[in-house]
């Protein structure tokens, strides 16, 4: 009994800063209707600066003050990005404002290393909080109890300035039409920063106040990112009651998930989440989210049309030079011009998901990693061929997409997005999890190709064969009445479904599509590699995918390629310095606010705008 | 007081008010008439610069709002009433009208939540209902307290008597009088011309956005045939 209510009081302790962070994310939604991806970033500075400011700082007042500054210093921070980042995007499609938060993590995981160095830092125990009390006989750390006591505090006064002040009025309104908040006379400006200003406060404060519990690293933001999305998922957006008790669920499962299931703990919660939705698709306290007001992909362009003549003649020509590479390359432009080849064919297979299926996927790293692992796992544990192996990684990750798929295109939107991010999380764990099959965090190694793909120039071959076929596939299902039908359940919905096309099943098909393409790809990378590790499947893998779609531009078809062409190639100089996260960071930002459609769409322009002078 | 001149309003490629000019004075109620889509919306939505115009300009009292942010129009003393009634029906109604709440201004009335609930007598009993809750003409008279509640010197009303029952469409027309008598300036957007007729110094009528009409209701009741040509009855 003891023992139970301990684990209890330690999941309630836990609840705290999960809550803090996810209500912040919440309450910046409801009003800007930005899904601040950048949020984990907030509470991991908070945790930062909280503990340089517990290193300076004496005594109780010391900590307790160390706290609550930090809050306050990473809300200041908050406003500057508000100011400088968001606002120029506000009115920008829903994945330009994400790309730009994803600009906004990688310049902060930067400026932190620079800051505090790689090393975690262990957080400091709270002065007169050191040891345990016995609750029943169960050891109950102070500082648990002080946090169990924080949080409904902190909760209520959230509350209360929500329910019942101006402020929280304006706010409330404004979740629900601020263009009328607008027309009433409050300028919407101020309302914005300041509750971005107030949701980044709480996740910095949440980071502070976990420190004695978890000290502060650099992993930290996307570590939360996963859990705050699904206590976010769970109790639905917008709702601070729902972001409690959401929190609480998934803290006191995870709890009892350590004792009780060490190695599954992640899964546990994916189970609770899963079952939630069945129940209830918008969350415990949560209502249907209309998909942003400017749409997630920005307003409908100009058809797309099949290439023209021209068009077709540069691609051919295009590849008979990169079919002749193997002539005139060195070996080592043969090995970057394959890892180009497979991230072409990965962004492309996210390109058509998000650009013609309009659904946007957090979390696609999930099946370019999951077709790796098919393969890796096959010659592993099968000792089976390597074509076997192959061929099997795209139906892996196929069916992986084909049963993920059909929980996640139930919802829309935000919804859909941190479902299909919180799946790709579940994967990461499971692998990461489960090291006596998977190998864990030391991946699985030796994983050659055959003896007569052994030569980097036939496997260079091989992959341009599997990679420029790939892409045609989906170029050609694209123009094919399915993709018709896909593009017109992405215009509208209802009209899609007046015109007797079942909407959900079209999308559902396009994500399993895009997920064998994505673990064709993966195959092409293990075998390239002759290794694959956890990191294939992490969520900065899907960003990586999702920029390279927005800088490629979402609304040409041949937005996917040349992207994934550019970023490999801009990562490839850049990672040869020290801190080129910054860098690329801040080269997302000026991409998002200076050119938002994108190298080809930015291109097409000048080129038409070329052609209007001449004629 | 407020100066519409020559504007031309677009959503996008669709051009909607074509060089639309007229003037409202102090004191008046000018019911803006037409029918359905001639661009009534519009012209308050391009009053309140929530539709930007592309040319021409909008002054208040003197004073060039055009591009202004829609926020500073509202303060300069413009209130706003759309016509989908756009009430916060999460927020109760004392909440709505908190939500409206601006500062005294010179020259206009100061409302409080007190007086608005006797020119609205059902509002009082429902202060503490979500606006959901509320019955369409309940819901019209809190959009019109909510405005009122930021003390405005001049009142876009966006079709006041659509969709709501004749007897609420009765009490509204003694409140429009009651406002005009308090020194209220009104603009007015109408299909329903016995409404129109019953609180309105002045008419303009526009169709396709542009002006076919302007002048006092007097004069439009002495034309039946303009009557006829651009408005439904
Ligand atoms: N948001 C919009 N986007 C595109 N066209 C619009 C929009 N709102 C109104 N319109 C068009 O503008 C014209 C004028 O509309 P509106 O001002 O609402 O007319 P009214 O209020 O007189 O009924 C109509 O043809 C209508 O279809
Ligand atoms: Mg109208």
Redesign the interface.
Known sequence: MGFYLAQVLTGLANAGALFMVASGLSLIFGVTRIVNFAHGSFYMIGAYIGYTLMQVLPGAVGFWGAIILAGVAVGLVGLVVEMLVLRPVYKAPELFQLVATFGVILVIQDLALLIWGPEDLLGPRAPGLRGVVRIMGEPIPKYDIALLVITPFVALGLWYLIART?VG??V??A???R??????????AWLFSGVFALGTALAGLGGALQLPKGGADLLMDFNILTSVFVVVVIGGMGSLPGAYLAAVIISVVNVFGVTFLPQSTLVLIFVVMVLVLMIRPFGLFGREEVAGEHGQVGEPETPIHPAGPRVRLLVAVGLVILAMLPLYGSSFSLVLATDILIFCLFAASLHFLLGIGGLVSFGHAAYFGGGAYVAALLVTHANSPMELAFLLAPFGAGLAALIIGWICIRLTGVYFAMLTLAFAQLLWSLVFQWGEVTGGDDGLVNIWPSEWLKASTTFYIFTLIFTVGGILLMRHVAHSPFGYALRAARDSERRAEATGINTKRVRWMAFTLAGVMAGLAGGLFVFSKGSVFPNELEIARSFDALIVVFLGGVKTLAGGVVGGAFFKGVEEILTRFEYWRLALGLLIIFVVIVAPQGIVGTLRNMFRRHVKDET | MLEVDTINSFYGKAHVLNDLSFSVDRGQVVALLGRNGAGKTTTMKSIMQMVVPETGRVSFLGQDITRKATHKVAKLGIGYVPEERRIFTDLTVMENMEVGRQPPRDGAVTWTEDMLFDLFPNLAERRQNRGKALSGGEQQMLTIARTLMGNPSFVLLDEPSEGIAPVIVEQMVNVIRQLKADGLTVLLSEQNLHFAQAVADAALIIEGGETKFHGTLEELNAHPEIRDAYLAV
Do not use: H, I, K
């Open positions: 101006r009025v304006l409330r309104a979740t629900q039409d263009e009328m908040v607008g027309a009433l006379g409050v300028n919407q």
